[in-house]
């Protein structure tokens, strides 16, 4: 029987071939026993799903398995053809269409002479490059069923892999660079983003300290909490929770497609909120399934006479779409009751079609009185939690998800403990069982924490979003502002206080309240008047400076040095002669484009950090594949050393190979025949295999000349080889056996 093989399953990496061939025999089956001219049709069925799968991906993109140097040098090729375009007078359509071609969005833009620079850029090919390989991957792997909590908890191993080198290479190029002040003051780029809220400790600390700040506003007002829970309909979930099946109703949706519908359905629920005026303040957080389909949890703080209406507003619209399989059977809007009612009437439904009508429903007239059943059988789509005060404080609702989204630990560096979206339900081990410790580990938050920074960076999910209250840039810009040296007591100097302490429902009242609109806040943070241009020659974001009091123009300025940026200044050579980049002291701070490609050997101490901080994986990798590694490795830097040597030292290799392989076949089939020719002395000699070997030994030692023959470890022997030890009866067989078998060796080579 013909079977389907495609040269493009090439341009995939080595595992989801593996997966790829595992999906495409299982769609295939066993062969059915057919007539001879007919066709199997589940081979047909499973070929055309393997072409379809080859599609998934351009003709001309970069294959999913292309390592870094590969990447780097197509990037390098694409910018140049496009720059060629461009010369020749190519519009931004055509190179759309050439972004395409490739695999790669077109990118976005203010201006189209900036879109354009960016195609001709091989720097923004990079970044679109491993973006788009990373998530065509990612959603292969679901596709394939490779993502869940039996196999890859919700990101696949190859994605950890590739967010641990990305982190690991930028961590490197921040150790590397330095930036300096006006003072002589020197910081490495690393330890300015310690500082910062990418450091995780610090971003969870933040997180909890405004939560806790809204709920101490809440308790004050006497408001109700509510934790929601939402989540997609059953098409975009590619297996179910329990069993990590298949899920027949998977429609294919990436995580985006799940991200953009949770938002869509947000949007919805908030204009709806605030056409009733229910203005709640609170915290969002999305997080993964097992399966890496996102959902959302918030918690909301909010009147408590306004509660009823929330619920019914937010399970409105988060059922509406794919209602049915909750059992819900109204009509959307009024208009198509009316259309359903008089099909119903065409097949001979009795009655008035207004009743007819009233009886289908519509989804304002449902929920404006829902009935009480209802709230159970939604909890597969959304869920209602009230914050009871009495059991504990609304931030520790809300607590674990958002340490389970950061690093997966408390305040004092401890593990938050299991992660419950991680546990096998099929087969969880008890507390008798021996697995269970190795299972209380791969359920940790403190571990699982890193698949989902994996999961949200692969995706671009935003994770935790606040709702209501003032932006959070005035508060961090007032935390870097030295208000003691100030003497006004106004709103500007409480704010500072109340920022410095941590008090951010102090904060928040200062502002004009959670419900305060963005116009209406006294105080604003300043900005340049130009902004500064990008490398595209567009606008960029105008660089903030300092806090502004509107009413009455008070400035505090929280960046006062001015920073420039560099190679490493400790023990570098050539550092005085490094570039250096003039900026404020914000902590996203630009880095400058890399100087040209210089041999190995030249390297400095801060160019090999930038070289060798990819990650090598050695932690997941045997004895012998990670020997292999370091081998191909040091046959890299040989041929960075002397390029050329290259097809030289490359002939030579194969060569050696094809030797080697050709010695190891000869030395089998020589082995092969030694043990053909020992077993037939044995049975001439009339012995068994064992004591044919030992004779044999015997033999060969006296021929070498050695004393003593090497004897064969095997089960205890008859009497007559081991009962007198190394005795005389025993050297006598040994002569009569050596005599007979030479005897025979030369009978047989006069034959």
Request: aromatic fraction near 8%.
């Amino acid at each position: 029987m013909k079977t389907c093989r495609l040269p493009d399953l090439d341009r995939f990496p080595r595992h989801l071939g593996r997966a790829i061939g595992r999906e495409w025999r299982q769609r295939r089956g066993a062969p059915l026993a057919l007539a001879q001219d007919q066709a199997d049709p589940r081979e047909a069925e499973a070929n055309a799903w393997l072409r379809d799968l080859t599609r998934f991906m351009p003709r001309d993109a970069l294959p999913l398995g292309a390592c870094e140097m590969e990447l780097v040098e197509f990037a390098k090729q694409r910018a140049f053809e496009a720059d060629q375009l461009l010369s020749r007078g190519a519009n931004i359509e055509q190179l759309e269409r050439y972004c395409a071609r490739y695999g790669v969005e077109p990118p976005a833009g203010k201006t189209d002479a900036g879109r354009a620079k960016r195609v001709a850029c091989s720097l923004w090919w990079r970044r679109a490059l491993r973006r788009a390989n990373a998530r065509r991957s990612e959603h292969l792997s679901i596709q394939l069923g490779l993502v869940h909590r039996r196999h890859g908890l919700y990101a696949s191993h190859d994605a950890i892999a590739r967010r641990r080198e990305q982190k690991r290479r930028n961590r490197g190029l921040l150790e590397a660079l330095a930036a300096i002040n006006e003072l002589g003051q020197e910081y490495t780029l690393q330890q300015l983003a310690d500082l910062s809220t990418s450091n995780p400790i610090i971003r969870r600390a933040e997180l909890m300290v405004r939560i806790a700040g809204f709920e101490h506003i809440a308790v004050g007002l006497d408001y109700a909490g509510e934790f929601i829970t939402v989540t997609a309909p059953s098409r975009f979930h590619p297996l179910h929770a329990k069993s990590s099946a298949r899920n027949a109703k998977y429609c294919g949706a990436t995580p985006i497609d799940t991200r953009d519908y949770l938002q869509a359905v947000w949007s919805r629920i908030t204009a709806a909120m605030a056409r009733i005026g229910i203005k709640p303040f609170g915290f969002r957080v999305a997080e993964p399934h097992h399966d890496g389909t996102p959902h959302m949890h918030a918690l909301l703080f909010m009147a408590q006479d306004k509660v009823k209406a929330f619920r019914a507003i937010v399970a409105r619209y988060a059922v509406r779409e794919d209602r049915q399989e909750l059992g819900l059977t109204y009509a959307l809007t009024k208009a198509e009751a009316m259309e359903a009612a008089r099909g119903l009437r065409a097949n001979g439904a009795k009655g008035k079609l207004a009743d007819i009508a009233a009886k289908i429903g519509n989804e304002a007239d449902f929920w404006a009185n829902p009935p009480r059943w209802v709230w159970k059988g939604i909890k597969a789509r959304v869920a209602f939690e009230a914050i009871d005060w009495k059991r504990g404080t609304a931030a520790g609702y809300i607590a674990k998800y958002i340490a389970k989204n950061v690093d997966g630990a408390k305040h004092n560096g401890d593990s938050v403990g299991v992660d419950f979206e991680a546990l096998d339900h099929a087969g969880v081990a008890g507390p008798d069982d021996g697995a269970s410790k190795d299972q209380a580990a791969a359920t940790d938050a403190t571990v699982t924490a890193v698949r989902v920074d994996a999961w949200a960076s692969h995706w671009g999910i935003r994770q935790f979003q606040q709702i209501g209250g003032p932006p959070v840039g005035v508060w961090r810009e007032l935390r870097r502002w030295d208000y003691q040296a100030a003497d006004a007591e106004d709103v500007l100097m409480h704010a500072a206080i109340a920022a410095d302490t941590g008090n951010w429902g102090r904060f928040v009242h200062l502002m004009g309240g959670h419900e305060a609109k963005r116009a209406e806040m006294p105080l604003t943070t300043a900005r340049d008047s130009l902004p500064a241009e990008n490398r595209y020659g567009e606008p960029g974001q105008k660089r903030v400076f300092g806090v502004v009091e509107v009413a009455s123009g008070q400035l505090a300025q929280t960046r006062v040095h001015e920073w420039q940026i560099g190679r490493k200044a400790d023990g570098v050579e050539g550092s005085a002669a490094s570039p250096w980049t003039r900026v404020n002291n914000s902590t996203f701070l630009p880095v400058p484009p890399l100087s040209e490609p210089k041999p190995e050997w030249l390297f400095s101490e801060a160019d090999r950090v930038l070289v060798e901080s990819q990650d090598d994986d050695s932690d997941l990798l045997t004895a012998e594949q990670l020997a292999a590694r370091r081998e191909y490795e040091a046959h890299q830097r040989y041929l960075r050393m002397f390029p050329e040597f290259v097809h030289e030292w490359a002939q030579r290799g194969i060569a050696a190979h094809q030797l080697a392989a050709e010695r190891q076949r000869e030395a089998s089939r020589e082995r092969v025949r030694m043990q053909k020719i020992n077993r037939r002395l044995a049975a001439n000699l009339g012995m068994t295999h064992s004591q044919g070997l030992e004779a044999l030994n015997a033999i060969r030692a006296q021929a070498l000349g050695t004393d003593k023959p090497r004897r064969r470890q095997t089960r205890p022997r008859d009497e007559r080889w081991s009962a007198g030890g190394p005795g005389i009866a025993v050297s006598q067989q040994l002569a009569q056996a050596t005599t007979r078998a030479r005897q025979w060796i030369h009978n047989a080579g006069r034959a």
